[in-house]
């Protein structure tokens, strides 16, 4: 599957439609960048810049679960930095592991794989 930015945004909004995120109050996809990457050690990437970008790396994601999945981490990335939860010191700590399960147990995505 080759991705475009296009592709992130409707699924991003498409996320933002579900549980827990429609609740999380999340941007809009207008006010969120979205990004291709050829990054072969990571699948996706959240910046905190003005606007906030979203990157996937097209080189490691290739199927749609993998491409929602991807999109969700960073979505709660996003959350974070807007709710200024995001420290450095607990990017994937304690905070991040509770939304993931909740996110995971939402999709049906295994929360070891996410």
């Given amino acids: 599957m ?5 592709m992130l ?16 109050k999340l941007p809009h996809a207008d006010d969120v960048a979205f990004r291709i990457t050829r990054h072969a050690d990571r699948f996706g990437t959240f910046d905190a ?17 993998t491409l929602l999945m991807t999109l969700a981490h960073e979505m709660i990335h996003l959350r974070h930095h807007l709710t200024r939860e995001a420290r450095s010191d607990v990017e994937h700590g304690a905070r991040f592991r509770r939304h993931a399960a909740r996110v995971c147990r939402q999709h049906g995505w295994d929360a070891k794989a996410f």
């Fill in 49 to 65: 810049t003005d606007p906030p970008q979203i990157s996937v790396s097209d080189r490691v994601v290739g199927h749609t679960q």
């Fill in 2 to 6: 080759a991705l475009t930015p296009e």
């Fill in 9 to 24: 945004e409707a699924a991003y909004e498409f996320l933002r439609t579900t549980e827990p995120f429609r609740r999380w």
